[in-house]
């Protein structure tokens, strides 16, 4: 079985989005937490629409048990994700730090 080139990836076709921007550290750092408060934003509002479905349920309103239970995982994956990515920043900044000058 042959495994066959593609061809070179033209830079071309790279969305204007993803492609470097020259912007300065100040805007970075603007932009960084920007991304991190709906970062954390989007999964406070996952948890809070999974305890609402959950109520629901428990007072015996007309709810899809299948769909609680897809708002439940949805939350907790997305905590997950969170916390992994949190765990992970954190590694980096302690390793910089152990970094010698």
Do not use: C, W
């Amino acid at each position: 079985m042959a495994i066959h080139n593609i061809g070179s990836i033209n830079p071309g076709i790279i969305s204007p989005s993803i492609a470097k921007k020259n912007v300065s550290p100040s805007e970075a750092t603007e932009n960084f937490s920007q991304l991190l408060k709906q970062s954390i934003d989007e999964v406070n509002s996952m948890q809070v629409h999974s305890d609402q479905m959950t109520e629901k349920l428990v007072r015996g309103e007309k709810v899809d048990l299948h769909q609680v239970m897809i708002a439940s995982q949805k939350a907790s994956i997305t905590l997950q994700t969170t916390m992994e990515v949190r765990n992970k920043v954190v590694e980096a900044y302690q390793e910089i730090m152990r970094m010698p000058m």
